[in-house]
């Protein structure tokens, strides 16, 4: 007969609980929480704050890409695609680049849609460093650079930049830091955080060292229909069109910015085909392929939506002139941007460092913006004021900022 009765078991000694953090590797142990997301939680947690913090359009996703992705879930649209993307959008990316600027991408072999353009960054790097190569990144620059490179198992060198020269990176700045370890040249342009461009003359002496030296160049140009004032005029650089540099050269793209598209997480990198195939290679491996219903906004953004991109464009450089105005009357001196949407003042007036000010700032007047210093060493002494905000709050923001600037300002 079965014993259903409870049975006694001696008591076992109680484990040992594992210190987890032994297991986490250095690279991510040594690794900061990103600076910009820092301030955005903490501002999350008030009322009545203006944000300048986060690089967030305003604007809604245009209609066409809206349109696309609903009716891609509402037909069952929502399979895997092709690893490297659906042959359209490709296809389309192709075209854009050679109606844009002269290029040439074979839709087939030389161009991969991806999530978002950091999954991009993180191909490149994954795709092409071995421990111990070394990238050298100009900054300030975009918080994700340096971690993608070291995630991968490569040595950041910073090559710092300055407003005397426009935060443009030459060939003279970059030429310094190089060793026989180098091996991938970073670039950022139009730039997060300084809204700075690189002119074409910088480029064709920077395409001379890169060849010399035998360097890959991954060029990040996320914001590159977000343009303005000579730039403008000028028409934006795309690095692969500078001789010398297409055949060494992957470019990242994507919808976000441009498309007002962030939460599609929909990019794409551009590449020669041995590059842009070992990318795939590992992209097969990470991420199977981009969402299927994002690539449908894509393509739907590509045909449809330039008119929308132009009218955001239009409203950010309103915008632009607003608060550098603004800002340099409040006594920050701010060097006018002329790509992305973003500004950087120069706080060092007001006596603080980059941290204090922004920290301050955001307790006493309950205006967000991110410390320079979360973009490189030499972000001290600025911080980084998004206007991909509404006008209504950037002006706002601009009389809480001299208010604050008033009482403190040395």
């Not at 999350?44 to 209609?63: H, K, Q, R, W, Y």
Request: glycine residues 8%; negative net charge; contains cysteine.
């Amino acid at each position: 007969m079965l014993d259903l009765r409870p049975k006694t078991c001696s008591m076992a000694a109680p484990a040992t609980a594992p210190d987890l953090d032994t297991y986490v590797s250095d690279r991510v142990r040594e690794t900061p929480p990103s600076g910009i997301r820092r301030f955005f939680d903490i501002a999350a947690t008030m009322d009545n704050v203006i944000s300048l913090g986060i690089g967030e359009p305003d604007f809604n996703s245009p209609d066409a890409a809206l349109e696309a992705g609903v009716d891609a879930l509402e037909n069952g649209r929502t399979s895997y695609t092709s690893n490297a993307g659906m042959e359209e959008l490709r296809e389309l990316i192709a075209e854009d680049y050679e109606e844009r600027h002269g290029l040439s991408y074979d839709p087939e072999s030389e161009i991969v849609a991806t999530v978002g353009c950091s999954e991009a960054m993180q191909l490149a790097m994954q795709a092409f460093l071995e421990p111990g190569d070394e990238v050298l990144i100009p900054e300030p620059c975009f918080v994700s650079y340096g971690p993608s490179a070291r995630f991968a198992g490569g040595e950041v060198v910073h090559v710092p930049t300055h407003v005397e020269n426009d935060f443009q990176v030459t060939a003279a700045d970059i030429e310094p830091h190089l060793s026989d370890r180098s091996k991938v040249l970073f670039l950022g342009y139009p730039n997060n955080p300084t809204g700075a461009v690189l002119r074409r003359d910088t480029l064709q002496e920077i395409a001379q060292l890169v060849v010399d030296n035998d360097l890959l160049v991954v060029s990040d140009e996320i914001y590159d229909q977000l343009i303005y004032g000579t730039a403008h005029d000028r028409g934006h650089v795309c690095v692969p069109t500078v001789e010398g540099l297409r055949e060494r050269t992957v470019l990242l793209g994507g919808f976000s910015k441009n498309y007002a598209m962030t939460g599609w997480r929909i990019g794409f990198a551009c590449a020669p085909k041995p590059l842009s195939q070992a990318m795939l290679k590992v992209h097969q491996y990470m991420i199977m392929s981009a969402p299927t219903m994002a690539q449908e906004g894509a393509i739907a953004a590509l045909r449809e939506a330039r008119g929308d991109v132009e009218k955001m464009r239009q409203s950010y450089d309103e915008r632009r002139r607003t608060i550098v105005s603004g800002l340099n009357d409040a006594g920050l001196p701010t060097f006018e941007p002329e790509g992305a949407f973003y500004c950087f003042p120069d706080v060092t007036s007001t006596g603080m460092t980059s941290e204090e000010f922004a920290q301050r700032l955001l307790e006493e007047e309950k205006v967000a913006c991110v410390p320079g210093t979360a973009f490189g060493p030499s972000g001290e002494g600025y911080v980084r004021c998004s206007y991909a905000t509404g006008l209504d709050d950037i002006t706002e923001a601009l009389t809480r900022i001299d208010r604050f600037v008033s009482r403190h300002q040395s």
